[in-house]
């Protein structure tokens, strides 16, 4: 997928700026939490969103050394953006409406994957090379969509203080709010600093960690790798550069309807959020078995000219996009559940909480975008699946002890 946007002027290493990103991303999620809590999120989503429209813009004309300094600043501006959004959604949601505000987030979210390649597939079918054209036209369009998405912050609604998840009293409210209004903005910042920290060492942290890192993994493949895997099998013909966007419209296809459908269900799932992320590991483990049938060990790393080797199956396009949509399924599933419980345990420390998520998240994208500049398909395969069953089964003890100790106090059915 990245080398379908080399030319002879421009030879970055997409691996490469995406590891420079999820690093830089990693170690800016230690100071988000007090960026948040000066400026707030609001603001905070606004000032990050024009960088990104800054890295989209940089592919209009690319030259390395600007991909790569793009690079650096939107890996600051994602940990401020990851880190305020799940503020605000905390902040906007109570016990009853987090589960489903979490999944209708992450739909929307995953929405641009299907709209974006939808257009990639019929702009780009039966197409080997991309033309200048071509790229400037798919980011220009980019831009301007990123910027008035990033000017629509701004119409986002702020909450009523006793809606507020973790806000119970009203008296409390009002305490709260004598005391914020004490505090300088040095204070605001060292507090969400040293919270961050307590809360990196707490049991349940450490354990979703586990999850987190899967994710984080699982992320880099689907986003990066396995693009990359389609593009470079020359068994798909003249299809397969039409056919990375194709994957990519059913990985959309996947995280939507997983979002979706998981944040209708959630206020009336009375088993918690174990089954859902049950049925993301099942799916996973399926679209990893038949990747490994269906693509060359060396399609990651393949050169330019992709590779001719065989699979341990004849390699099927039909595969290979039932793989992107299972892939995509499997992400909602986790990441959905992920920011329910995130919110729903640390309501009271959400920017802290989210940050740290992003921080292991990103962390180890990091390490997934370097490794897979040089580890054969099935490594990186075996290296997902190993995270995975223990990832799930760290979050299975967290939800158990939240809905343990829920149940003694409240209805733990309706979140």
Avoid at 102 to 112: K, T
Avoid at 130 to 143: G, M, N, P, Q
Avoid at 374 to 379: F, I, M, Q, S, T
Wanted: aromatic share 14%; charged share 15%.
């Amino acid at each position: 997928m990245w080398r379908s946007l080399n030319s002879t002027d421009f030879h970055g290493s997409g691996y490469t700026s995406m590891a420079i990103i999820y690093g830089v991303f990693s170690a800016s999620n230690l100071i988000t939490p007090s960026v948040v809590a000066i400026v707030g999120p609001q603001l905070s989503m606004f000032a990050s969103g024009l960088f990104y429209s800054m890295y989209i813009a940089v592919f209009i004309q690319p030259f390395p050394w600007s991909f790569y300094t793009a690079s650096v600043f939107i890996g600051i501006a994602a940990a401020v953006l990851w880190t305020a959004q799940g503020n605000c959604l905390t902040i906007n949601s109570d016990e009853h409406t987090i589960g489903r505000n979490s999944g209708i987030f992450w739909a929307l979210l995953q929405s641009s994957l299907f709209f974006g390649n939808l257009y990639i597939y019929f702009a780009w079918q039966g197409k080997t090379q991309i033309s200048e054209s071509d790229r400037r036209t798919v980011f220009i369009a980019l831009t301007v969509i990123s910027l008035v998405g990033t000017v629509l912050f701004f119409l986002i609604r702020k909450p009523d203080s006793e809606n507020v998840l973790g806000e119970d009293e009203s008296s409390d409210d009002q305490d709260m709010e004598v005391n914020e209004s004490a505090q300088n903005n040095l204070t605001k910042a060292v507090d969400a600093f040293k919270k961050s920290f307590k809360l990196c060492v707490t049991k349940e942290m450490l354990l979703l960690s586990i999850t987190t890192a899967y994710t984080g993994l699982e992320l880099t493949f689907f986003s990066g790798v396995y693009g990359t895997c389609i593009g470079a099998i020359n068994k798909f013909g003249a299809e397969e550069k039409s056919l990375i966007g194709l994957s990519g419209i059913f990985i959309g296809i996947g995280e939507i309807l997983g979002g979706s459908l998981f944040g209708l269900l959630s206020k009336n799932n009375r088993f918690g959020r174990n089954p859902v992320v049950l049925l993301g590991i099942l799916v996973h483990f399926i679209a990893f078995y038949l990747i490994f049938l269906n693509m060359p060990g060396d399609a990651p790393i393949a050169p330019v000219k992709g590779t001719d080797s065989s699979a341990y199956i004849k390699s099927s396009k039909e595969v290979a996009i039932l793989c992107s949509f299972l892939l995509g399924l499997g992400d909602s599933c986790f990441n959905t559940q992920l920011l329910s419980i995130l919110g729903f345990l640390y309501s009271e420390d959400s920017a802290p909480a989210f940050a740290i998520f992003k921080f292991v998240q990103s962390i180890c994208a990091a390490v997934a975008f370097f490794y897979s500049n040089y580890l054969l398909l099935h490594w990186q395969l075996l290296v997902m699946v190993i995270f995975g069953f223990f990832g799930t089964i760290s979050f299975f003890t967290v939800e158990w002890e939240a809905a343990a100790f829920v149940a003694r106090g409240s209805d733990y059915r309706s979140i």
